[in-house]
């Protein structure tokens, strides 16, 4: 007589992976974490547009002093920051270019304001919203004079 011995069935293995519960939890997890961390990363950026505007504004009033021992004075209003790329008709003994590149835009993309009255020169950026005052980001930035 012979015995049949039955093989062990191979028992089926759970499926391994996270299920739709799982996901939508660590889903919400991560909106809660962006929307606690997002707003503090894009503040931190803004003020690094201020800075970076600042840094530009001080490297444009060292180019104007050079401008200033080549020349002998600051350039005038109407000559403008241009004139630390291009040489302006009366500037004798205009060395530059001052700047390289071509005058820099402020970080929100407008051109800085330049006046000159005596020996004195303001730039100018009106910060982010394009406007004379405001706060935070949307303050002006000037050099010191």
């Known amino acids: 007589m012979s015995l049949l011995i039955a093989k062990p069935q191979p028992s089926r293995r759970r499926a391994r992976g996270f299920t739709l519960i799982e996901l939508l939890v660590v889903l919400a997890i991560l909106t809660l974490l962006a929307g606690l961390v997002g707003p503090r990363v894009l503040g931190q950026l803004g003020g690094a547009k201020s800075k970076t505007a600042?840094?530009?504004?001080?490297?444009?009033?060292?180019?104007l002093e050079l401008f200033k021992l080549d020349v002998g004075r600051f350039p005038s209003t109407e000559e403008g920051l241009q004139a630390l790329v291009a040489k302006p008709g009366s500037a004798n003994g205009w060395n530059g270019p001052y700047i390289k590149g071509g005058v820099p835009n402020d970080p929100w993309g407008k051109p800085y304001k330049y006046t000159a009255q005596g020996g004195n020169?303001?730039?100018?950026s009106l910060g982010a919203d394009g406007a004379s005052g405001g706060d935070g980001e949307n303050a002006d930035i000037r050099n010191a004079h």
């Open 54 to 63: 600042a840094v530009q504004i001080a490297d444009l009033e060292k180019s």
């Open 121 to 124: 020169v303001e730039i100018l």
